[in-house]
Protein backbone atom coordinates (compact mmCIF):
# COMPACT_ATOMS: atom_id res chain seq x y z
CA UNK A 1 0.00 0.00 0.00
CA UNK A 2 1.41 3.51 -1.14
CA UNK A 3 1.05 6.10 0.94
CA UNK A 4 1.79 9.99 -0.93
CA UNK A 5 2.35 12.91 1.28
CA UNK A 6 2.22 16.19 -0.60
CA UNK A 7 3.62 19.43 0.29
CA UNK A 8 5.18 23.07 -0.71
CA UNK A 9 1.28 24.55 -1.32
CA UNK A 10 0.67 28.23 -0.02
CA UNK A 11 -0.10 31.39 -0.37
CA UNK A 12 1.26 33.45 -3.21
CA UNK A 13 0.98 36.10 -5.77
CA UNK A 14 -0.04 35.94 -8.89
CA UNK A 15 2.79 35.95 -11.43
CA UNK A 16 4.80 33.93 -9.52
CA UNK A 17 5.69 29.91 -8.97
CA UNK A 18 5.83 27.29 -6.96
CA UNK A 19 7.47 23.60 -6.88
CA UNK A 20 5.23 21.18 -5.21
CA UNK A 21 6.46 17.68 -3.86
CA UNK A 22 5.16 14.19 -3.44
CA UNK A 23 6.57 12.07 -0.89
CA UNK A 24 5.74 8.18 -1.38
CA UNK A 25 6.37 5.12 0.70
CA UNK A 26 5.09 2.08 1.40
CA UNK A 27 5.96 0.64 -1.94
CA UNK A 28 8.42 0.70 -5.58
CA UNK A 29 7.91 4.02 -6.05
CA UNK A 30 9.53 3.22 -9.66
CA UNK A 31 6.33 0.68 -10.30
CA UNK A 32 4.06 3.55 -10.61
CA UNK A 33 3.41 6.40 -13.25
CA UNK A 34 2.34 9.11 -11.21
CA UNK A 35 0.30 12.37 -11.80
CA UNK A 36 -0.93 15.58 -10.43
CA UNK A 37 -5.09 16.86 -10.24
CA UNK A 38 -6.11 19.89 -8.49
CA UNK A 39 -9.94 20.81 -7.37
CA UNK A 40 -11.03 24.05 -6.80
CA UNK A 41 -14.44 24.41 -4.62
CA UNK A 42 -17.20 23.22 -5.92
CA UNK A 43 -15.02 21.91 -8.66
CA UNK A 44 -14.87 17.99 -10.32
CA UNK A 45 -11.10 16.99 -9.84
CA UNK A 46 -9.49 18.02 -12.91
CA UNK A 47 -5.96 16.55 -14.47
CA UNK A 48 -3.10 19.08 -14.33
CA UNK A 49 -0.21 16.51 -15.22
CA UNK A 50 1.57 12.87 -15.29
CA UNK A 51 4.66 10.92 -15.94
CA UNK A 52 6.05 7.50 -16.28
CA UNK A 53 7.47 5.38 -14.06
CA UNK A 54 11.42 6.29 -15.38
CA UNK A 55 10.55 10.33 -16.22
CA UNK A 56 11.04 9.82 -19.83
CA UNK A 57 7.06 10.55 -20.55
CA UNK A 58 5.31 13.35 -19.77
CA UNK A 59 1.74 15.11 -20.36
CA UNK A 60 -0.51 18.04 -19.30
CA UNK A 61 -3.48 19.47 -19.23
CA UNK A 62 -4.43 22.02 -22.15
CA UNK A 63 -5.06 24.50 -19.81
CA UNK A 64 -2.33 24.63 -17.79
CA UNK A 65 0.42 23.75 -20.73
CA UNK A 66 3.36 25.74 -20.96
CA UNK A 67 3.39 26.71 -17.13
CA UNK A 68 4.21 23.71 -15.71
CA UNK A 69 6.99 21.02 -15.21
CA UNK A 70 6.55 17.73 -13.53
CA UNK A 71 9.25 15.31 -12.53
CA UNK A 72 10.27 12.76 -10.81
CA UNK A 73 13.56 11.51 -8.28
CA UNK A 74 13.04 7.89 -8.01
CA UNK A 75 16.37 7.49 -6.14
CA UNK A 76 14.37 9.75 -3.58
CA UNK A 77 11.00 8.45 -3.48
CA UNK A 78 9.27 11.66 -5.00
CA UNK A 79 7.62 13.80 -7.22
CA UNK A 80 7.46 17.41 -7.96
CA UNK A 81 5.36 19.90 -10.15
CA UNK A 82 6.71 22.97 -11.25
CA UNK A 83 4.31 25.95 -11.55
CA UNK A 84 4.93 29.17 -13.08
CA UNK A 85 3.49 32.45 -13.66
CA UNK A 86 0.46 31.42 -11.40
CA UNK A 87 -3.10 33.44 -11.29
CA UNK A 88 -5.71 33.52 -9.56
CA UNK A 89 -7.92 30.65 -10.94
CA UNK A 90 -5.09 28.53 -10.56
CA UNK A 91 -6.29 28.81 -6.84
CA UNK A 92 -7.07 24.72 -5.50
CA UNK A 93 -6.29 21.57 -3.91
CA UNK A 94 -3.50 20.16 -5.55
CA UNK A 95 -3.63 16.25 -5.17
CA UNK A 96 -0.42 13.64 -6.50
CA UNK A 97 -1.34 10.53 -7.37
CA UNK A 98 0.09 6.90 -8.08
CA UNK A 99 -0.99 4.51 -11.15
CA UNK A 100 -0.08 0.86 -12.44
CA UNK A 101 -1.50 1.62 -15.53
CA UNK A 102 1.19 2.90 -18.02
CA UNK A 103 -0.07 4.54 -20.78
CA UNK A 104 0.05 7.95 -19.99
CA UNK A 105 -2.94 8.92 -22.00
CA UNK A 106 -5.25 7.42 -19.86
CA UNK A 107 -3.52 8.84 -16.95
CA UNK A 108 -6.11 11.70 -17.44
CA UNK A 109 -9.01 10.05 -15.90
CA UNK A 110 -9.08 10.03 -11.67
CA UNK A 111 -10.53 6.49 -11.87
CA UNK A 112 -7.28 5.16 -13.21
CA UNK A 113 -5.51 5.83 -10.31
CA UNK A 114 -4.49 3.63 -7.09
CA UNK A 115 -3.30 5.57 -4.64
CA UNK A 116 -3.58 9.35 -3.72
CA UNK A 117 -2.33 12.00 -1.60
CA UNK A 118 -4.50 14.13 0.85
CA UNK A 119 -3.63 17.21 -0.56
CA UNK A 120 -1.96 20.66 -0.51
CA UNK A 121 -3.35 23.94 -1.39
CA UNK A 122 -2.61 26.81 -3.03
CA UNK A 123 -3.83 30.27 -3.09
CA UNK A 124 -2.71 32.39 -5.40
CA UNK A 125 -4.07 36.04 -4.21
CA UNK A 126 -2.53 39.35 -4.21
Known amino acids: HVQLVESGGGLVQPGGSLRLSCAASGGTFSDYSMGWFRQAPGKEREFVAAISWNGGTTRYGDFMKGRLTISRDNAKNTLYLQIGSLKPEDTAVYYC???????????????????WGQGTQVTVSS
Open 97 to 115: AASKTIVLVQLTTPGRYDY
